[in-house]
């Protein structure tokens, strides 16, 4: 699904136009941004939890040249997903 396709579905079930959708779409999405930039959790009871990890600096190959490397620390973006999510997908 993409996210035209989502802005879609959302004007269709909710009975607003796609452009009002479509602001609804962009402002959960900064609101999301902004909190995990800010190191915060996003839970959305029924569907799921948004969290940032870390990853540790750690030693990996180059795979054209089997040189040894160093990557860096990095922080990801983790998804846990909700039980009644879990168990619609199943």
Known sequence: ?????LVSKIAGDGGIT???AE?????FVSAVTDALS????VT???FGTFSVGSRTEREGRNPRTGEKITIPA????KFKPGKSL???VK
């Open 1 to 5: 699904m993409t996210k035209a396709d």
């Open 18 to 20: 796609k452009a009002q």
């Open 23 to 27: 602001k609804a779409v962009d402002g």
């Open 38 to 41: 800010a190191g915060d959790k």
């Open 44 to 46: 959305l009871v029924g």
């Open 74 to 77: 990095s922080k990801v973006v």
């Open 86 to 88: 879990c168990d619609k």
